[in-house]
């Protein structure tokens, strides 16, 4: 775990290249637009970061905590974000394509407009979640809490096994 | 160690590129059909693609030996022979593979087939389709169901919980993911 906290976006671009983004203290650092596919941020702090417009396809970021983070057309397909922390994070628009979301939490994040096409949020818990407007084609919701989450206009069929659904709209 | 991931048209597998990034020596684990951008991955990073393991005999995952075998020679490992269309050394639980300065060590995984294997290398795990992100493969039966899901807990479960989990379709995990909400275990 990396005890600095990098200063600015091009200390951050470098921790991560040398392989220190784990358990990295990131918080709030611009990365918007940043290449930073494949890399391994397990268990760091991107909590308030910009990362919209970034590469993050097949990026690791388990136990990560991106609460209210900017994801915004992030491209996170195949991106490793189980048991990370997305409470309030704006992922609208995003490319969440076989995105492992497994046990992630994301109380009010906002996957309006994102894909998630074929994504894997089993026993996450959305609760007032936002996926208005989402492709959830076979996205596999199996035992997730969606309490309290917009559904409205997405598309697809999604697995909704075991799911919570109560008071969400659809 | 060097994993690469690619995932093929058919039905959405995955294959990974396994190498020693000393040696160059690679492994290819799965091998669904033959694609291009393998043997190009393996001509732009120099590696020389010395063995084929297969995690269990589903086309998906098999189609693409011969063309593989053919064109590089490799040797072929899995848990029956022959496969895809060609003889095989067969491995069995416990034992190990080689490669380079590498070593994985080989789980015995059955449930979705009678037979399928897992391999285990430091800090990534290959378990074709016993294990998914948050799922499990498809078994024809509640015995073999109960028996995937012990061998699972028995042997991926207690590899050390960093360890990335590649799967045979989907994206890849942790140990500490699937064991703590994988909904076929919590």
Redesign the interface.
Known sequence: MSNTAPEDRSEALALIASGGGIGADLRNIDLSGADLHGARL?GANLSGANLSGANLF?T?L??ANLADANLTNANCE???L??ADLTRANLSGANLK???L??TKGHNANFSGANLY??????ADFQNASFQGADITRA?F??ANLSGANLSGAIGQANFE?ATLDGAQR | MIVK?F?LNVH?VNSFIAADSETRDAMLIDAGDYDERIEQYLNDEGLNLKKIFITHDHYDHTDGIADYMKRFHPELISGTSPIGGCESQIVKHGDEIRLGRLTGKIYSTPGHTPVGLTLAFLGHVFTGDAL????VGGTSNPRDYNTQLAAIRQHIFTLPE?T?VHVGH?????V???K????FF?
């Not at chain 1, 074929?118 to 026993?123: D, E, I, M, T």
């Not at chain 2, 998914?132 to 799922?135: H, L, M």
């Open positions: 397990s097949e690791i388990d136990g195949f991106a490793l189980g048991a076989r995105a492992n497994v046990g074929y994504s894997r949020p089993g026993n596999i199996r035992r075991n | 991931h995932m959405e998914f992100a948050g799922s960093d990335l989907g994206p890849s995990s942790t500490a993911i699937e703590r909400y994988n909904p919590v």
